[in-house]
């Protein structure tokens, strides 16, 4: 925020509307899960930091046009990631353990790279400019690192293979 002009100032990062739709709706749908767009300049239900980001209410994703790629992607990775007793009654705050919050991170990275004007180098980019916080530093660094340690929960959860390829399962 530019606080002597009063202007927030937004990250360059990659929106939905800059997103082959198709191929997020099918992403989407491939989990199970449903993608409603929302109006311009409408509220987005379940949305956990407001604004344009991503909502998740039960197995519904909410976006608009100006919602980050991220965001959606994010929001996606909780409903893979959590139990099907959290998912039942999910609005909002996924909740969920720290091992779960890393695992979703790395999720969201791996399934980047269906987005074919997104990939995994623009969304670990996206990520440093929105300000997720890693240890480590970069979200590059913390894949490196301890972001190991969230591809073996993946991986131990059945949601990517033993060569980091997601499974399109979700966790039980």
């Not at 449903?34 to 409408?42: A, H, I, K, V």
Request: hydrophobic fraction near 40%; aromatic fraction near 8%.
């Amino acid at each position: 925020m530019n606080a002597a002009a009063g202007l927030v100032v937004t990250p360059d990062v990659v929106l939905l509307d800059e997103l082959d739709a198709g191929e997020v709706a099918a992403l989407v749908a491939a989990y199970g899960a449903r993608l409603e767009r929302r109006p311009p300049g409408t509220a987005i239900p379940g949305s956990y930091w407001g604004e344009s980001e991503a909502g998740l209410v039960g197995s519904t994703v909410y976006v608009r046009g100006d919602t980050p790629a991220h965001s959606l992607l994010h929001e996606l990775c909780h409903f893979i990631c959590m139990d099907d007793a959290r998912r039942a009654t999910l609005v909002t705050d996924a909740g969920g353990t720290d091992d779960e919050e890393c695992g979703v991170c790395y999720l969201q990275v791996l399934l980047a790279d269906r987005l074919t004007r997104f990939g995994r180098d623009r969304c670990v980019r996206d990520m440093d400019a929105w300000g997720y916080s890693f240890r480590e530093g970069s979200v590059r660094a913390w894949l490196a690192g301890d972001g190991a340690f969230a591809g073996e929960w993946l991986e131990r959860a059945g949601l990517i293979d033993a060569a980091g390829a997601p499974t399109f399962r979700r966790r039980r």
